[in-house]
C-alpha cells in the first residue's frame, strides 16, 4: 500500500520534475548561504576578537560584516524566488487534479453515483484537494531545501572534525527512531480520522438538502444527536493524533539540546583529545541547530504528508475506477433520428442478482405516443433509464432507428432525447442559462419554447423576468414553477424523442391542460414517451403498456384495454373512483 501511495504522489508530482530540479539548485545556493554565514563569524571570533585585532589588510570585521549581510540579502532573495516557485508548481498540480476529478465526475455513469455518495464527492473535490494543497505550499516547497541543508551542514562539520561531529550527530539514531515510530502511528490514525472526517461531512450535506424535510417531521433534536455522536467521534479521533503531533517536536527540542550539552562537553574536557577554538564550537553548535530546524519542520509536517497521502488514496482510488467511466468520444454519430425505438428480449438487473426487467419486448414507431403504466418498483423509470443508456442491460437488444444503442456515441443519443422528471433540477443560475444549459439557443427559440410550455406568465412575474437567478437547488421557485421551466427547457432543445416521467404531477390542472396541447402538438411529429400515475392524461396516447413486476402483462390503446377487463382497466376503475370521492369530499 505504501508502494502504491509513493506512486500515486509522483504521477502527481512527475509533470513538474524539471522545475522541481531547478527549485532544488536554487535551494543548493541557498544551503550554502547558510553554510558561509557561521564561517565568517567564527572568522571573526577566532581570528580578530580572540587576538585583539580588528583588520587584517582590506579585511576589517566591518568589510566581513557586509559580505555577511549581503549573503542574506541574496540567499533570502534566492529563497523567494524558489518558494514561490515550488507554490506555481503545487497550485498548477492541484488545478490539473482537480479538474481530473471534476472531469471523472462527470463522466462517470450513474452506477457510480448510485453507489458513491455525493457527500463523499463533494469532500473529494473540496477537502481532499485542499490536503494535498496543502502539503505542496507547507512540505514540498521546504522539504527540498531542508533536505539539502542537511546533508551540507554534515558533510561541512565532519571536514571541520569527525571527532566531534561523530558526538554532536550521536542522537540522530533516537530522532529517526522517534520519526520512524511517530510516522506510523499517524497514519494509523490519520486514516481513521479520515474515514470519520468524511462520514461527518457526507450526513452535513444530507442534512442541509433535506432540511425541509427534517422540519416536516420534526426530528431536528434527533438529527442533532446524531451530529453530536458523529461529532464526538471525530473529536477522539483528532486527540491522539494531536497528542502525537504536539510531543513530536517537543522530544526533538530535547534532543537538540542534548546535542549542543555533547559538544559544549567535549570540548571542555577534551574528549578523544578534541581540542578547538572558540569560533569552532560556535559553528558546530549553530550548524547543529540548524540541522535541527530542518528536520523539526520536516517533523512538523508529518501530519500534513499523512493526511496529503491520505487524500491522494482517495483521491486515486476514485480516478483509477476506470471501469464507470462513459464513453463519450466513440460510437456512431446519427445526424437526425427518426425515433423508433425497439426492445428486444431485454434483461436488466441493478445488482446482476435481482431482475428488474425480464424478457421485455416492444416497438415505438417513429412520431407514436407510448405510456407505460404500472405499479411503483413495476420497471417504468428503469426503461426510460435504459433507453437514455444510463445503465447497460445483461441480455437483449435496445435499438434506435435499427442500431444497437450500444453502437450509438452516448453524447449524440442523449442529444436527441429529452427528459422531464417529476422534480427537475434548476441551477442557481438565470432562467435563460437554466432553458439554454450552455448551448447556443437564439433568443426567438427561446421565446417559442417559453409559449409552447405556458411560462410565459410565470417567467414575466418574476422582477428581472428571464435574467432572474434562481437560488440554489431552484428553492425560489415552487414545484410547478420548475416544471414550466423544465418543459420550456426540453422544447427549446428541440428533442427528437421525449419523454416525461410523471412530469405534469405539480402544475395546476389549468396550466396542465395548456401544456397538454403543446405535447399533444408535439406528439404528432415526436416519438413521445409517458409515465403517469395520473391515467387521464394518457387516454390519447398511442399505445399502453402495462407493466407488472418487471414484465410486459398488456399493451394496446385506451379503448382496447379498457375492454380487455384486464389489469388496465381495474388500474383505471380504481383511479376514477378515487377521482369520484375527491369529488364528493
Not at 469 to 476: D, M, R, T, Y
Request: one cysteine or more; glycine letters at 4%.
Amino acid at each position: 500500500m505504501k508502494n502504491k501511495t509513493m506512486q500515486r504522489a509522483w504521477k502527481l508530482v512527475k509533470p513538474y520534475k524539471k522545475s522541481i530540479l531547478i527549485v532544488s539548485f536554487l535551494s543548493l545556493l541557498v544551503g550554502i548561504a547558510e553554510i558561509i554565514k557561521p564561517y565568517l563569524v567564527k572568522i571573526v571570533m577566532d581570528d580578530y576578537l580572540s587576538q585583539g585585532i580588528y583588520e587584517k589588510g582590506i579585511f576589517t570585521i566591518g568589510m566581513i560584516g557586509a559580505i555577511y549581510i549581503g549573503i542574506v540579502i541574496i540567499g533570502n532573495l534566492i529563497d523567494f524566488v524558489a518558494t514561490t516557485a515550488i507554490n506555481m508548481v503545487g497550485e498548477s498540480a492541484i488545478y490539473s487534479l482537480r479538474n481530473k476529478l471534476y472531469r471523472y465526475v462527470q463522466h462517470a455513469n450513474i452506477t457510480f453515483h448510485d453507489k458513491t455518495p455525493a457527500g463523499k464527492l463533494f469532500v473529494r473535490i473540496t477537502n481532499d484537494i485542499e490536503d494535498i494543497s496543502t502539503m505542496f505550499k507547507d512540505v514540498i516547497a521546504t522539504v527540498i531545501k531542508d533536505i539539502l541543508l542537511i546533508i551540507a551542514f554534515i558533510v561541512v562539520m565532519i571536514s571541520i572534525s569527525s571527532k566531534l561531529s561523530i558526538i554532536a550527530l550521536a542522537i540522530v539514531p533516537f530522532i529517526l527512531i522517534v520519526s520512524i515510530v511517530s510516522t506510523r502511528i499517524a497514519n494509523k490514525l490519520q486514516e481513521k480520522t479520515k474515514i470519520i472526517r468524511t462520514n461527518l461531512n457526507s450526513f452535513l450535506a444530507e442534512s442541509i438538502y433535506g432540511v425541509k424535510l427534517i422540519k416536516i417531521f420534526n426530528i431536528q433534536r434527533e438529527k442533532e444527536e446524531e451530529n453530536n455522536e458523529l461529532t464526538r467521534k471525530l473529536f477522539r479521533s483528532i486527540l491522539p493524533n494531536a497528542l502525537n503531533n504536539n510531543l513530536l517536536p517537543a522530544i526533538m527540542t530535547i534532543l537538540e539540546n542534548m546535542g549542543i550539552c555533547l559538544i559544549v562537553w567535549a570540548c571542555t574536557y577534551h574528549i578523544l583529545e578534541i581540542d578547538m577554538p572558540v569560533g569552532i564550537i560556535y559553528m558546530f553548535i549553530t550548524y547543529l541547530k540548524q540541522i535541527f530546524d530542518p528536520i523539526n519542520r520536516i517533523v512538523e509536517n508529518v501530519e500534513t504528508v499523512q493526511e496529503a497521502f491520505v487524500s491522494i488514496n482517495k483521491v486515486y482510488e476514485i480516478l483509477e475506477q476506470k471501469q464507470y467511466l462513459e464513453d463519450l468520444e466513440t460510437g456512431r454519430i446519427l445526424e437526425q433520428m427518426k425515433g423508433k425505438i425497439e426492445f428486444k428480449n431485454v434483461w436488466f438487473s441493478y445488482d446482476d442478482k435481482n431482475w428488474v426487467l425480464k424478457n421485455v419486448s416492444f416497438v415505438i414507431e417513429p412520431g407514436e405516443s407510448v405510456a407505460f403504466v404500472g405499479k411503483t418498483g413495476s420497471g417504468k423509470t428503469t426503461i426510460i433509464n435504459l433507453i437514455n443508456r444510463f445503465y447497460e442491460i445483461q441480455k437483449g437488444e435496445i435499438l434506435i432507428d435499427g442500431i444497437n444503442i450500444k453502437e450509438i456515441n452516448i453524447r449524440n443519443l442523449r442529444e436527441h432525447i429529452g427528459m422531464i422528471l417529476q422534480d427537475p433540477f434548476i441551477f442557481a443560475k438565470t432562467v435563460k442559462e437554466n432553458i439554454a444549459l450552455n448551448h447556443f439557443i437564439s433568443d426567438e427559440k427561446i421565446e417559442e419554447a417559453i409559449k409552447l410550455s405556458s411560462a410565459k406568465g410565470m417567467i414575466d412575474a418574476l422582477p428581472n423576468g428571464l435574467e432572474e437567478i434562481a437560488k440554489e437547488q431552484g428553492s425560489s421557485y415552487s414545484a410547478g414553477e420548475k416544471q414550466l421551466i423544465a418543459f420550456a427547457r426540453v422544447f427549446a432543445h428541440e428533442p427528437d424523442i421525449f419523454i416525461l416521467d410523471e412530469a405534469t404531477a405539480n402544475i395546476d390542472t389549468q396550466t396542465e391542460k395548456l401544456i397538454q396541447k403543446s405535447i399533444d402538438r408535439l406528439s404528432k411529429e415526436k416519438t413521445s414517451i409517458f409515465i403517469a400515475h395520473r391515467l387521464s392524461t394518457i387516454v390519447n396516447v398511442n399505445k399502453i403498456i402495462v407493466l407488472q413486476n418487471g414484465e410486459i402483462i398488456e399493451e394496446g390503446n385506451h379503448q382496447t384495454l379498457l375492454q380487455k377487463q384486464g389489469y388496465y382497466a381495474n388500474l383505471y376503475e380504481a383511479y376514477y373512483k378515487s377521482l369520484t370521492k375527491l369529488e364528493v369530499y
